[in-house]
């Protein structure tokens, strides 16, 4: 009998969020088992229930929360992945992971993660090609972090851009390509 493969999903505060709940159902649908990470912004966006509801598992935001039982949840969590997928991803999140910096438990899960990481941008189309931005992609990919490409479309600004988080369908196929 194979094995479950948990997908651990980081959820930031990009619009295109409303998407990580198909991300999940679809997730699910093909018999992943997915725990959800929100940062703190996310959750001004899309309530932790609406994901633990899809998932049927407790979402994870605060780094500093109490543990149901003691366990250091950073490192438990990084451990439970088979795979971290990081959508929609937001500039600060990439920059965050390019420069090593673990401020928040998303943050601290990847760090800690031995776990492939892919991460599925979703930004204005200004942010995405900045040379910052890009120079983070280019880094993480150096160190062997996956990237599934945005797609072109109307953007939240009303923009016309690269930007948009890649079809769900697409994301899907990735994790199952990545395992």
């Given at each position: ?5 948990n997908i651990?999903?980081?959820v ?96 601290c899960?990847?760090?800690a ?23 983070n ?5 150096s ?5 599934i ?6 953007l ?24």
């Amino acid at each position: 009998m194979l094995k479950t493969k948990n997908i651990i999903l980081g959820v930031t505060a990009s619009i295109a969020i409303y998407k990580a709940c198909e991300i999940v159902r679809g997730l699910k649908r093909e018999g992943f088992e997915v725990t959800v990470i929100q940062t703190a912004e996310s959750e001004e966006l899309i309530r932790p229930v609406v994901f633990q509801s899809l998932s049927g598992n407790k979402v994870y935001s605060g780094l500093f929360d109490a543990p149901e039982a003691w366990d250091i949840e950073h490192v438990s969590l990084a451990k439970r992945g088979d795979l971290v997928l990081v959508a929609p991803a937001t500039a600060n999140i990439i920059a965050k992971i390019a420069s090593g910096i673990c401020d928040d438990l998303l943050s601290c899960v990847i760090c800690a993660t031995k776990a492939p990481v892919l991460i599925a941008p979703a930004m204005n189309v200004n942010m995405y090609n900045n040379k910052i931005t890009q120079g983070n992609i280019k880094r993480l990919e150096s160190l062997k972090y996956k990237f599934i490409e945005p797609k072109i479309g109307k953007l939240a600004c009303g923009d016309i851009g690269l930007g948009c988080l890649a079809d769900v369908e697409k994301i899907i196929s990735e994790v199952k390509k990545a395992l």
